[in-house]
């Protein structure tokens, strides 16, 4: 069954601390795996589309990767202003051009 | 503004009722989809138009249903509403035909009581 999770569920910075986020996939024939940010009550924002292994996308203090079985959302030097929730999605062959979602995570990263 | 126009943004209601959620696509954007969010479910696509035709069908029950007008905006029918229901109700609209994100609208959070 294809499957997204993503990892950690939520997350506690101090501004400036970089980390990491983990989506992991199963899917079969992957077309594309998308990165969304959510802040409360309102629609996901698109980040990111990587669409093979081995690729990498950046955007201000965020970078994004890819490998065969998941991806990365790096997090370099936050800012409050980071704080959101972090989604994931894939799309594979079989889907059309839906997505599967992860359930996300929260991240909070404090002054 | 994503440019794409979710309303209401809230709504209460009673069990039993029917509602309808009405989104307009960003301009241009020919599909239009529907996804329920909860707490413990996360995102859950329920049903995808375009250009006025059903593309494809989600997790969608049967007392769901929607539809996509010629002006291209499209409404999401909930009915005999339970209080399992209350959930945020997201459109998304994208141009169609290609391998691309989504652009959300703001939603409309769902209240059944």
């Known amino acids: 069954e294809d499957q997204v999770t993503q990892s950690p569920e939520a997350l506690r910075l101090q501004e400036g601390e970089s980390s990491s986020l983990n989506c992991s996939y199963t899917?079969?024939?992957?077309?594309?795996l998308f990165w969304y940010r959510q802040d409360p009550g309102k629609g996901p924002e698109f980040l990111f589309t990587?669409?093979?292994a081995g690729e990498e996308k950046e955007k201000e203090r965020l970078k994004a990767t890819l490998t065969k079985k998941e991806s990365f959302l790096h997090i370099t030097a936050p800012k409050p202003e980071d704080s959101a929730t972090y989604l994931c999605?894939?799309?594979?062959?079989?889907?059309?051009?839906?997505?599967?979602f992860g359930p996300g995570t929260r991240l909070s990263v404090l002054p | 503004d994503s440019g794409v126009t979710q309303t209401p943004k809230h709504l209460i209601t009673a069990t039993g009722q029917r509602v309808t959620l009405r989104c307009s696509p960003r301009?241009?954007?020919?599909?239009v989809y529907w996804y329920q969010q909860s707490l413990d479910q996360g995102l859950q696509f329920l049903i995808q138009?375009?250009?006025?035709?059903?593309?494809a069908k989600g997790n969608i029950l049967e007392r769901f249903s929607a539809q996509q007008f010629p002006d291209l905006h499209s409404e999401l029918n909930l009915s005999s509403l339970e209080l399992g229901d209350s959930a945020l109700y997201f459109c998304?609209?994208?141009?169609?035909?290609?391998?691309?994100?989504?652009?959300f609208g703001s939603g409309t959070r769902l209240t059944v009581v």
């Open positions: 998304a609209s994208s141009v169609g035909g290609r391998l691309d994100g989504y652009t």
């Open positions: 899917v079969s024939g992957l077309r594309g």
């Open positions: 990587l669409y093979s």
């Open positions: 999605a894939v799309q594979a062959k079989n889907y059309g051009q839906n997505f599967v």
């Open positions: 301009s241009g954007d020919l599909s």
């Open positions: 138009y375009y250009n006025g035709e059903e593309r």
